[in-house]
Every structure is written in C-alpha cells, then in structure tokens.
C-alpha cells in the first residue's frame, strides 16, 4: 500500500491530517510508510493534480476525489466542511486499498 500526503508548508490542518491518518491505520492493524510531499509552487500543483492541502492519496487514489480537479496552492475543504477528511473516509479509503478479505 502506497501513502502520499500532498501539502502547502505552513498548511494548518497537514499535522492534524497526519495524526488523523496515523490513527487510521492503527484502527486498521495498517503500518505503510507515509510519504510527505511538500507543494511548493503552481507548477508543482500542476504536476501533481493538488486539490489543496492537505491531500491524502492511498495507491494513487485521493481518499475523497475533488470534483473540480482544479490544481491550486490553497487549503483544502473537505466534505465535513473541515480542512481535514473524516475518520470515516479515511476508513473507507483504506478498506477500498486492501480489497476483499
């Protein structure tokens, strides 16, 4: 299982995102290595189809697809109203990432 975790420096909810994610995959018996990449600059947003931060991908896959698709250096609104995705879409993200049991 492959983590990203795609944020702006300086972005409020990235460690929240992190401890929540962590917490996640405990829950799950889950330990992959996370791998943090900073978003530093528009063509860096480009590249990397940025959401906004922070922006967890799980094997590619966004754990909660922005429908706009608009690459941008800003934070990001998930869902839940919050800057962070719920514990719940974390799960499921993860669930869809381990297949059938």
Request: aromatic share 4%; charged share 30%.
């Amino acid at each position: 299982m492959r983590i990203e975790v795609l944020f702006v420096p300086r972005c409020p909810n990235y460690a929240p995102a992190l401890v929540r994610l962590r917490e996640a995959l405990a829950a799950e018996s889950l330990a992959p290595e996370i791998e943090e990449v900073p978003i530093n600059s528009l063509e860096d947003a480009v590249a990397w189809a940025f959401p906004g931060s922070p922006t967890i991908r799980i094997d590619g896959n966004d754990v909660e697809p922005d429908e706009s698709n608009a690459p941008r250096l800003a934070c990001r609104l998930y869902a839940n109203r919050t800057g962070l995705p719920s514990e719940e879409v974390l799960r499921r993200a993860l669930a869809r990432a381990k297949g059938p049991e």
